[in-house]
């Protein structure tokens, strides 16, 4: 098991806030053999929504520690001694294509979960072994009981080669999960819930217990229950994954309140965005971007695509997408060249883009994006849920479902051209002397894809349509760009001092719209 030190670096603040919760009960053995028509049905999702809704009827207990003393004081390097042995892996013997590895508590993850295994219909907590661990330099005081407990568990499966065994899906820390398709690297990562993103405080549920069914010889998934708890609410979560090429983790949510809960984000992904073309760092050193995620797309209930592209601000920013019924949305990577990152550790460029398709109508609300300053590349300072509108209240049962998919590539997702390239600058020729009014901006925005290369044989039939919230446009045009196999709009626009707002733009050949509809903060301040 590799371990980097990135990932824990994002992960401290949320493990830190999440601390430890009692553990959950352990469930009933019964043995399969001496079943009978008296006997309870399989376990299932069921049993996991009554355990919410138990749950949610009794007071919240305060998180405190429970790992032990010398657990909690391993550093990062200690903690990363500690691997599991893939000869302890679990469903090997069953010949299911599936490997299920455990993660040692400890270090930041200091709040022992419930690991159990559906065999046969019958939950069955796994026991804590340090048989299952090497624990490398890592000297620990003394030995551990069985009920330590585990900090999370990834499952592998043969995503790139017939006979290798990748890590397809993992949960570590609060209610964060990440999941990969064949030749991905891991990135972004999604979340049970999120609860009051971007506020202070944030409150982070976290996934107490786990149950995983056995799979099959021949699955071609896996199935997995989990139990979430915060002080707000209480949760019963369903996951079916789908390794693929561009895998598939359809999910459903049971989800109680304790109380009202005025920002409950569903399907919340967390990104890092340090720098882009259109937000560049001076200290990211030789690599010229540094992103998980570039940016936020939108598929309206309207039928309308939206881009937005990701930045890290000077202040915190969220910025609201008011919908009804939205058809999806998702942080994506949508830069490929490597090239543009120059990392050859890290894969930029092959990190997953996470798109949210709900199941159903999901009503009147909003998809949030939440923009954090960062000083580096450690730090997730990306968030994008959806917001109901209407206030989760205390008694209620809500219920979501959606499905998530790890793309590399959105040669699909749209019929139109897609925004390739985002360019911020002042407007005036470059080294020109010439004075530029407070609160104006140039955007240079490339777009290519679909039919756009059709259209460079009479660019003239290409228009620009462009607006802002406040201020105004002065200027705009389009020029062809056969480079990308496409066009790049240029827009200029003058606001007062002190305001803020978005402009707009999309490509169009008379009442044809052409492409994506591109949408970038500005502030005049």
Same mark, same amino acid.
Request: hydrophobic content about 40%; aromatic content about 12%.
């Given at each position: 098991?590799?371990?980097?030190?990135?990932?824990? /670096?994002?992960?401290? !603040?949320?493990?830190?806030?999440?601390?430890?919760?009692?553990? +959950?009960?352990? #469930? &009933?053995?019964?043995? *399969?053999?001496?079943?009978?028509?008296?006997?309870?049905?399989?376990?299932?999702?069921?049993?996991?929504?009554?355990?919410?809704?138990?749950?949610?009827?009794?007071?919240?207990?305060?998180?405190?520690?429970?790992?032990?003393?010398?657990?909690?004081? /391993?550093?990062?390097? !200690?903690?990363?001694?500690?691997?599991?042995?893939?000869?302890? +892996?679990?469903? #090997? &013997?069953?010949?299911? *294509?599936?490997?299920?590895?455990?993660?040692?508590?400890?270090?930041?993850?200091?709040?022992?979960?419930?690991?159990?295994?559906?065999?046969?219909?019958?939950?069955?907590?796994?026991?804590?072994?340090?048989?299952?661990?090497?624990?490398?330099?890592?000297?620990?005081?003394?030995?551990?009981?069985?009920?330590?407990?585990?900090?999370?568990?990834?499952?592998?499966?043969?995503?790139?080669? *017939?006979?290798?065994?990748?890590?397809?899906?993992?949960?570590?820390?609060?209610?964060?999960?990440?999941?990969?398709?064949?030749?991905?690297?891991?990135?972004?990562?999604?979340?049970?819930?999120?609860?009051?993103?971007?506020?202070?405080?944030?409150?982070?549920?976290?996934?107490?217990?786990?149950?995983?069914?056995?799979?099959?010889?021949?699955?071609?998934?896996?199935?997995?229950?989990?139990?979430?708890?915060?002080?707000?609410?209480?949760?019963?979560?369903?996951?079916?994954?789908?390794?693929?090429?561009?895998?598939?983790?359809?999910?459903?949510?049971?989800?109680?309140?304790?109380?009202?809960?005025?920002?409950?984000g569903i399907a919340p992904l967390t990104s890092m965005f340090f720098s882009g073309e259109n937000d560049r760092h001076s200290d990211s050193g030789y690599r010229p971007e540094l992103h998980d995620s570039d940016g936020l797309l939108i598929h309206s209930g309207s039928g309308e695509w939206i881009w937005r592209p990701l930045r890290n601000p000077q202040r915190p920013s969220i910025s609201a997408f008011v919908e009804n019924n939205p058809r999806g949305f998702g942080l994506m990577q949508r830069d490929r060249q490597f090239s543009h990152y120059q990392d050859l550790d890290l894969h930029y460029q092959t990190r997953p883009s996470y798109w949210i398709e709900p199941h159903g109508n999901w009503g009147e609300g909003h998809?949030?994006?939440?923009?954090?300053?960062?000083?580096?590349?450690?730090?997730?300072?990306?968030?994008?849920?959806?917001?109901?509108?209407?206030?989760?209240?205390?008694?209620?049962?809500?219920?979501?479902?959606?499905?998530?998919?790890?793309?590399?590539?959105?040669?699909?997702?749209?019929?139109?051209?897609?925004?390739?390239?985002?360019?911020?600058?002042?407007?005036?020729?470059?080294?020109?002397?010439?004075?530029?009014?407070?609160?104006?901006?140039?955007?240079?925005?490339?777009?290519?894809?679909?039919?756009?290369?059709?259209?460079?044989?009479?660019?003239?039939?290409?228009?620009?349509?462009?607006?802002?919230?406040?201020?105004?446009?002065?200027?705009?045009?389009?020029?062809?760009?056969?480079?990308?196999?496409?066009?790049?709009?240029?827009?200029?626009?003058?606001?007062?001092?002190?305001?803020?707002?978005?402009?707009?733009?999309?490509?169009?050949?008379?009442?044809?719209?052409?492409?994506?509809?591109?949408?970038?903060?500005?502030?005049?301040?």
């Open positions: 098991m590799t371990i980097d030190r990135r990932i824990f /670096l994002k992960l401290a !603040a949320t493990a830190t806030a999440a601390a430890s919760l009692p553990r +959950a009960g352990v #469930a &009933q053995q019964v043995d *399969p053999a001496i079943r009978g028509p008296q006997a309870r049905p399989p376990f299932g999702y069921e049993d996991v929504i009554r355990r919410a809704r138990d749950l949610s009827s009794l007071p919240y207990e305060r998180p405190t520690s429970t790992v032990e003393d010398m657990l909690a004081k /391993l550093d990062f390097d !200690a903690y990363r001694d500690i691997r599991f042995r893939p000869d302890k +892996a679990l469903f #090997a &013997q069953s010949g299911s *294509p599936f490997r299920m590895q455990l993660f040692h508590p400890g270090f930041l993850f200091r709040q022992p979960v419930t690991i159990n295994v559906i065999r046969e219909g019958v939950p069955t907590p796994v026991p804590f072994s340090a048989q299952m661990f090497d624990y490398g330099r890592t000297k620990l005081d003394k030995p551990l009981p069985v009920n330590t407990g585990f900090a999370g568990f990834r499952l592998h499966y043969p995503l790139n080669k *017939p006979q290798v065994f990748d890590e397809a899906i993992s949960f570590l820390g609060a209610s964060y999960f990440r999941f990969l398709g064949r030749g991905q690297h891991y990135g972004l990562s999604a979340r049970g819930l999120a609860i009051n993103a971007g506020g202070d405080p944030e409150e982070f549920p976290v996934f107490r217990e786990f149950w995983i069914e056995t799979p099959a010889p021949d699955a071609e998934r896996a199935t997995i229950y989990a139990l979430l708890d915060s002080p707000s609410i209480t949760g019963a979560f369903q996951f079916h994954l789908y390794p693929a090429a561009q895998s598939v983790l359809d999910v459903t949510a049971t989800l109680f309140p304790r109380t009202s809960i005025p920002k409950l998809v949030e994006l939440v923009e954090l300053p960062t000083g580096d590349e450690t730090n997730d300072n990306i968030v994008a849920s959806w917001i109901p509108r209407q206030t989760p209240e205390r008694g209620q049962e809500l219920t979501y479902g959606y499905r998530i998919t790890a793309l590399d590539r959105e040669t699909e997702m749209h019929p139109g051209g897609k925004v390739l390239n985002t360019f911020v600058t002042l407007p005036k020729a470059h080294g020109s002397d010439e004075p530029v009014p407070a609160g104006a901006r140039r955007y240079l925005v490339d777009f290519n894809g679909d039919d756009l290369p059709y259209y460079l044989s009479d660019p003239q039939l290409v228009q620009v349509d462009a607006s802002v919230s406040a201020g105004q446009v002065t200027r705009a045009f389009v020029l062809p760009n056969p480079a990308i196999g496409g066009f790049r709009a240029s827009i200029d626009i003058e606001a007062p001092e002190g305001q803020t707002g978005d402009v707009r733009a999309f490509l169009r050949a008379g009442g044809k719209a052409l492409t994506e509809t591109w949408i970038y903060p500005w502030s005049s301040q």
